[in-house]
Nanobody
Framework: QVQLVESGGGLVQAGGSLRLSCAAS????????MGWFRQAPGKEREFVAG????????NYADSVKGRFTISRDNAKNTVYLQMNSLKPEDTAVYYC?????????????????WGQGTQVTVSS
């Protein structure tokens, strides 16, 4: 069993930055890829970023490339999402998720454990 707890969300002005953290329980954290997703009101959950088990591979949604950076610290069982140049359209609940394999997939079905989410609100 894996438990994921996100933190770091909040209210920020457009152009600002936030850093999300996701703390994972369990000894298998370093064996799997991790991902971040988001869901805005009235929209489906969408992939934001993913990172492989050894951090050698990352992938991003086109909408966040160049602005967001995913990273992980396996010694701390934590994955991060650094979000810069935030836009109002980035407003959503952000979720971290544990992948079913060592590589980060895009579909949500590629992930089997999810956190409870953290709200990010970007004002214009």
């Amino acid at each position: 069993q894996v438990q994921l707890v996100e933190s770091g969300g909040g209210l920020v002005q457009a152009g600002g930055s936030l850093r999300l953290s996701c703390a994972a329980s369990g000894r298998t954290f370093s064996s799997y890829a991790m991902g971040w997703f988001r869901q805005a009101p009235g929209k489906e959950r969408e992939f934001v970023a993913g990172i492989s088990w050894h951090s050698a591979m990352t992938n991003y949604a086109d909408s966040v490339k160049g602005r967001f950076t995913i990273s992980r610290d396996n010694a701390k069982n934590t994955v991060y999402l650094q979000m810069n140049s935030l836009k109002p359209e980035d407003t959503a609940v952000y979720y971290c998720a544990k992948a079913r394999s060592v590589l980060p997939g895009v579909p949500s079905s590629s992930y089997d454990y999810w956190g409870q989410g953290t709200q990010v609100t970007v004002s214009s």
